[in-house]
């Protein structure tokens, strides 16, 4: 730790990290259907754990030297998007509470992904405490006007998300946490230079659709739970299956899941117990009422 305060080793050990990253990307990450094996995706969780270590260490070297400039912030960004791709929420909230707005208000190079990063804290608040909006609402309350313009896209975008999660208008949802509805907000997809020691410029936008992904997730399990304690049965029919689909988030997308289709949902529903079958009728199924 001693030798972390140090600049240039500092730098040296971020370049010992990209390249246990880049090891890690190729052998886990270019397949995107993922391990196969239990024993394989156990290795992949602990490479994911010990990348996320390497990290912290070079951040508690960071924070003894009090260094912070466009190197620390970099360090910081990189590991807080790394922390949520690995699905590491603990380990997001202790780098939020180090990078926003400590790093951002504190250092006066550029900050291309401050937006990106005040995004992640606002859609991990909601995602960690759902269906709770308090440490969300504390949040926003923060970073508005300093490091989140009010008016602007951004904000106009996750308040509206926000409150269509807390009144359950699924629906409204749907349609802004899909990626056409937040695409502008970040920055332009670009080519990774295999020379430099950030080699994942895409991960700001990876990073934000993971988070709206799970956050699909979660508002399709609380959609279903609403929809299983206010409805008889359900039918295959195109219009029920489009009536769903809006409610449910089934267009998925980002690293959890493809699009999810009807007949496979019912199927899993049906073994959770929470549909079965209606006798003599194809294409029906009864709604089992949660006890």
């Known amino acids: 730790m001693y030798r972390l305060k140090d600049r240039a080793v500092q730098e040296e050990y971020r370049v010992f990290i990209s390249k246990k990253l880049n090891a890690f990307w190729g052998e886990y990450m270019a397949d995107p259907s993922g391990p196969s094996s239990d024993i394989a995706r156990r290795q992949k969780k602990d490479s994911q754990e010990n990348i996320l270590i390497l990290f912290r260490k070079l951040r508690e070297g960071l924070s003894s030297s009090g260094r912070k ?3 620390a912030l970099e360090v910081y960004e990189t590991s807080l998007y790394l922390s949520v791709i690995f699905d590491s929420p603990v380990q997001t909230t202790s780098i939020l509470s180090h990078l926003v707005p400590d790093m951002y208000t504190s250092t006066t190079s550029r900050q291309p992904y401050r937006l990106v ?17 308090r440490t969300y609402l504390e949040q926003i309350r ?3 006007p300093n490091l989140l313009e009010r ?3 951004a904000y106009s975008w996750i308040s509206t998300l926000a409150r269509n999660l807390r009144t359950s208008n699924f629906v409204q949802f749907e349609q802004l946490s899909k990626p056409i509805a937040f695409e502008r907000l970040l920055p332009p997809r670009s080519i990774s230079d295999p020379k430099s020691t950030a080699p994942f410029p895409n991960l700001p936008q990876d990073v934000i659709y993971a988070l709206v992904s799970r956050l699909r997730s979660k508002a399709r399990d609380r959609a279903w739970m609403i929809v299983r304690n206010s409805y008889r049965e359900l039918s295959s029919s195109e219009e029920m299956q489009s009536w769903l689909g809006r409610r449910l988030c089934f267009d998925n997308f980002g690293c959890e899941t493809s699009i999810i289709r009807f007949d496979e949902w019912v199927e899993e529903r049906c073994r959770d117990g929470h549909l079965r079958p209606k006798e003599g009728v194809e294409g029906r199924w009864m709604v089992c009422k949660a006890r």
């Not at 990063?117 to 909006?133: F, I, N, R, S």
Request: aromatic share 8%; no cysteine; proline share 8%.
């Open 69 to 71: 400039d466009s190197f």
């Open 117 to 133: 990063t005040v995004l992640v804290l606002l859609l991990h608040h909601l995602l960690v405490t759902y269906p709770a909006q």
């Open 142 to 144: 923060q970073v508005t």
């Open 151 to 153: 008016p602007s896209a």
